[in-house]
């Protein structure tokens, strides 16, 4: 299975932002050091921008609405990676010595590259419903975090409503089901289980890998699709290769109503896209800016020229996709100080305070975001919360939500993930164990 877990790499250029570089000692002591891994150039730009914003603009708007994090203020500071791992590495040694009290990698590649380092180096590694679908064990894994949802999870909830659609899970027998994937870390991670569920199922599995540098080209596995006509299609796609994808499904007359995505793809990879209506997804979160944080957003952020983001993106998929990232950032913390009696708390606080997550509806309420997800509540020996999502289909014109929330196969995923932690532990000698039990943390 390690094979299969191995980083990729794009060539970018760094830039790491001017924010709290070489600012004043007494500054840095003041202040909660949070640095952003991102990409707004490059061929994952697309996906990668939106995300930024919405990151930055919540912690943003919390140190202009509340004086920052139970009174102390985020530092904030971007890196751009390019989503390429030996960059993200680069932005990783750059930040370490400003003592971050995480890291958000937004890459699978570069989270894998960095499950080694957090637990020497002591910063809690937040890789927010990707990376390494393992390391929600949070007893083999105690620096590394996943929530709400691994790609595993994903992968059941999809299986589970390709089942419903087709009369029950019983009924996939017999089916083809197509799987177009990013040929990488990402794309590459949910196959074992994919597998094991085919032979379980009995249904067939066709693979059609598109490789990093023909993510704008996908003509050729489309060919394919088009010649082994599976009944369903599932992507797991990243910046250009969505729209390349979804264009290719309508020019082979693929139906859209079969074409199942995980929760990646935003309004940018099809909006304009004439035939696209009927694409589907899973979403765990709420759309678009009725909520009084996204207002706060809006007024104290946008407003004062303190966002990159264009008034109209706020609210967007992908955009509160990185606003409930920053959900996480900020709760880690508040439950750090809470936990510690310490305003100004590092990474090992963090990492306590991360494990101690617990947004129900009246913590959601309490931030400004009422029914903006579902309930999460982390353990130390849960690092996910391996919450359902539902799926939403695109009516041409915007996202429409058409299901419940579906759960994930804890009976098929857990076991699973159990076995890849075990192998991830045994095949790395050395691996650091937990430094306290889990129910003294």
Known sequence: M?????????????????????????????????????????PFAGSGIPIADGMHDYLQMLNERDGGIGGVKIALDECETGYDTKKGLECY?????????????????ISLSLIPKASVDKIPVLSM?????????????????????????????????????????????????????????????????????????????????????????????????????????????????????????????????????IWWPGENDINGTEGAKGFKMLNWHGIGTDYPALKDIQKL????????????????????????????????????????????????????????????????KAIGLPAFAGNLQLTCKDHNGHRAAFIQQWDGAKWVKITDFIEPMPEKVKPALDEAAKEYGEKNAGWPKRSEACDKS
């Open 93 to 109: 040694d750059a930040v370490k010595p400003k003592n971050p009290v995480m890291v958000n990698p937004w890459s699978t590649g």
């Open 129 to 261: 419903a990707y990376g390494l679908s393992a390391s929600a064990r949070g007893d083999v894994f105690p620096w590394v975090f996943n929530p709400p949802a691994t790609y595993w999870d994903g992968l059941a909830m999809i299986i589970r409503y390709l089942g419903t659609e087709s009369g029950g899970l019983e009924k996939l027998k017999g089916k083809k089901i197509g799987y177009i994937y990013f040929d990488g870390g990402f794309g590459k991670e949910p196959i074992p289980l994919f597998e094991q569920m085919a032979k379980e199922m009995g249904f067939e599995l066709k693979l059609y890998p598109v490789p990093p540098g023909e993510m704008q080209n996908q003509s050729s596995q489309w060919l394919s699709v088009r010649r082994d006509r599976p009944d369903f299609m599932v992507m797991y796609g990243w910046g250009a290769m969505n729209p390349t994808a979804i264009k290719e499904a309508v020019k082979i007359n693929y139906p859209m109503d079969k074409f199942v995505s």
């Open 301 to 364: 952020v946008v407003d004062k020229g303190l966002s990159k983001s264009p008034k109209e993106k706020v609210g967007e998929l992908l955009y509160n996709r990185g606003v409930y990232n920053a959900i996480l950032i900020a709760e880690g913390i508040a439950q750090a100080q809470k936990i510690t009696g310490k305003k100004v708390v590092d990474g090992s606080d963090v990492r306590r305070g991360l494990e101690n997550i617990n947004l129900d509806e009246a913590r959601f």
């Open 2 to 42: 390690s094979s299969r877990l191995k980083g990729l790499g794009l060539a970018a250029s760094v830039l790491a932002s001017s924010l709290m570089l070489g600012a004043p000692q007494v500054v840095a002591q003041e202040s909660i050091y949070v640095p952003l891994f991102t990409y707004r150039t490059g």
